[in-house]
């Protein structure tokens, strides 16, 4: 079946420094692949997709790019902030009558101290 | 557009009590799910439903049961709570376009605590 496996935290940074959150996955065919932040006491939000093999996905300093060689999909941001302290959840989700469900790694929280 | 909506935002129950979880969304989403999680173990998916009248069950299901007689709502019932049935539940729904999946989209949560 699909899986995600993802970098185990908690992570804690200074600000300014850089992320790096790994991310790799398991599933046939060519599934659609996703961040997801939760920020404490909130539901999750997209934070940035990516749906074909060498896409990159971007969203407020955030970048991942969709690697089928070595499926993975590595969270990464050049300066972080403390606004940026959240949980991380990688996800995938397949395509045809199972695009409406998705499969989540066990999240990473990222705490960033000033 | 209120997005994906659910209640209540707390609950707690006591063992061997029903309740239902609301879930409703505005955006004409043909999927939904719920998902409940749990410290140290992601989102694990419940049940979902690819449109009205059409639902099946995830990873894991037993002590709920859903239903969806419209696009719009996707109500989760807990036939008798237990206490390992104590978590925080998320809705979510999504769309997809040429049979690529696209992102979903989260409801606040009902954080649920059983006695």
């Known amino acids: 079946g699909n899986s995600v496996t993802q970098m185990e935290g908690p992570v804690t940074l200074s600000e300014e420094a850089f992320l790096t959150i790994n991310c790799t996955y398991t599933?046939?065919?060519?599934?659609?692949l996703f961040w997801y932040v939760q920020y404490p006491g909130e539901g999750l939000q997209l934070l940035l997709k990516?749906?074909?093999?060498?896409d990159k996905g971007s969203n407020k300093g955030f970048e991942a790019t969709y690697r089928k060689e070595t499926t993975s999909f590595h969270l990464e941001k050049g300066s972080v902030q403390v606004s940026d302290s959240a949980v991380y959840f990688c996800?995938?989700?397949?395509?045809?009558?199972?695009?409406?469900?998705?499969?989540f790694g066990d999240g990473t929280t990222l705490t960033v101290k000033p | 557009n209120a997005g994906v909506t659910q209640t209540p935002k707390f609950q707690v129950l006591k063992t061997g009590q029903s309740m239902t979880l609301q879930c409703a969304q505005d955006?004409?989403?043909?999927?939904m799910s719920w998902y409940r999680q749990d410290p140290g173990m992601g989102l694990r998916l419940i049940h979902y439903?690819?449109?009205?009248?059409?639902?099946d069950q995830g990873e894991v299901p037993n002590g709920y049961n859903v239903s969806r007689s419209t696009t719009e709502d996707f109500p989760l019932r807990l036939l008798s709570a237990a206490p390992s049935q104590t978590s925080v539940y998320f809705c979510?729904?999504?769309?997809?376009?040429?049979?690529?999946?696209?992102?979903?989209?989260f409801g606040p949560g009902t954080r649920l605590t059983v006695t």
């Open positions: 979510a729904s999504s769309y997809s376009l040429t049979g690529v999946g696209y992102e979903q989209y």
């Open positions: 599933a046939t065919g060519y599934p659609s």
């Open positions: 990516a749906t074909k093999a060498d």
């Open positions: 996800a995938l989700s397949k395509p045809g009558t199972n695009a409406g469900k998705s499969t």
């Open positions: 955006m004409n989403h043909e999927y």
């Open positions: 439903s690819v449109g009205a009248g059409i639902t």
